[in-house]
Nanobody
Framework: QLVESGGDSVQAGGSLRLSCTSD????????MAWFRQVPGKEREGVAA????????YYGDSVRGRFTIAQDNAKTTAYLQMTSLKPEDSAMYFC?????????????????WGQGTQVTVS
């Protein structure tokens, strides 16, 4: 239903762009978000976009470095990551839900992708 791609290993200071493609089931979801998780820690909200109006939201740790966007067809969400730091290393997950009201909470999202690994060294 949600398929992420674009994860890779990069050096600190580098950039990556993650993609998340949604299918017909998740296309109707109003909010798309990116979360990340490292072993032993809770899933952390990174960024979200309200699909009907392109409103965007960011976590404090990534604001100014990451950009969330969607394509014109609103079937693919992107996470452009720049100035990457080792602490950005994590499994990144795409999520879809009906509202961005509490976008930082994983429990707000009913659809999840399998994740794509980002490693920054």
């Amino acid at each position: 239903q949600l398929v992420e791609s674009g994860g890779d290993s990069v050096q600190a200071g580098g950039s990556l762009r993650l993609s998340c493609t949604s299918d017909s089931l998740t296309y109707s979801s109003n909010c798309m978000a990116w979360f990340r998780q490292v072993p032993g820690k809770e899933r952390e909200g990174v960024a979200a976009i309200y699909r009907r109006g392109d409103f965007t939201y960011y976590g404090d740790s990534v604001r100014g470095r990451f950009t969330i966007a969607q394509d014109n067809a609103k079937t693919t969400a992107y996470l452009q990551m720049t100035s990457l730091k080792p602490e950005d290393s994590a499994m990144y997950f795409c999520a879809a839900g009906q509202t961005c009201g509490n976008w930082w909470k994983a429990s707000e999202f009913g659809y999840w992708g399998q994740g794509t690994q980002v490693t920054v060294s």
